[in-house]
T-cell receptor
């Protein structure tokens, strides 16, 4: 089955700097790669996703890149702000009848003012 | 307001005392799922349901049961809780299938402690 590795487990940056979180996956059939943000005391929320037919997607300060050949994808946050501090999870899925997401172990991002 | 509601949010119980964590969604979603979140292990799927009366095991189903008698509800049952089930539990739903459709909507979480 699918296995998703996520690095780093913790990341600390200064406000205004960029942050990058990387994930690798094992199942070459996976075709959907979302990123979830979990704020303290809350459930995860989808912030951006990408499908295998594109290599990059941007939404304001957030971007995701996908390299299907290398089986890795990354989350890029530019001009970080204190409210970006949270735990971020990557996930992968091959769709199909089950369509279940396999999550990475999470990255705790701290943005220092 | 579209939401996934879990109850209770916090619970301390003792080994062997059966408990149920309820989950309800008001978005008419077909797919529902339970996850547990443990430090250093991320989100692991316990059970999921593609539709009413259809449930299946996730990655860590041992010690848990679920049922899906109605579309909106997906309770998680711990028949005989043990301390290794101490965890933060999340219920989630999506339109049809957590992977293929896109967004999973999560509840606020239920923190369970088993003594």
């Amino acid at each position: 089955g699918e296995n998703v590795e996520q690095h780093p487990s913790t990341l600390s940056v200064q406000e205004g700097d960029s942050a990058v979180i990387k994930c690798t996956y094992s199942d070459s059939a996976s075709n959907y790669f979302p990123w979830y943000k979990q704020e303290l005391g809350k459930g995860p929320q989808l912030i951006i996703d990408i499908r295998s037919n594109v290599g990059e997607k941007k939404d304001q300060r957030i971007a995701v890149t996908l390299n299907k050949t290398a089986k890795h994808f990354s989350l890029h946050i530019t001009e970080t702000q204190p409210e970006d501090s949270a735990v971020y999870f990557c996930a992968a899925s091959n769709g199909g009848s089950q369509g279940n997401l396999i999550f990475g172990k999470g990255t705790k991002l701290s943005v220092k003012p | 307001e579209a939401q996934v509601t879990q109850n209770p949010r916090y619970l301390i119980t003792v080994t062997g005392k059966k408990l149920t964590v309820t989950c309800s969604q008001n978005m008419n979603h077909e797919y529902m799922s339970w996850y547990r979140q443990d430090p250093g292990l991320g989100l692991r799927q316990i059970y999921y349901s593609m539709n009413v009366e259809v449930t299946d095991k996730g990655d860590v189903p041992e010690g848990y049961k679920v049922s899906r008698k109605e579309k909106r509800n997906f309770p998680l049952i711990l028949e005989s809780p043990s301390p290794n089930q101490t965890s933060l539990y999340f219920c989630a739903s999506s339109r049809n299938g957590g992977g293929d459709t896109g967004e999973l909507f999560f509840g606020e979480g239920s923190r369970l402690t088993v003594l």
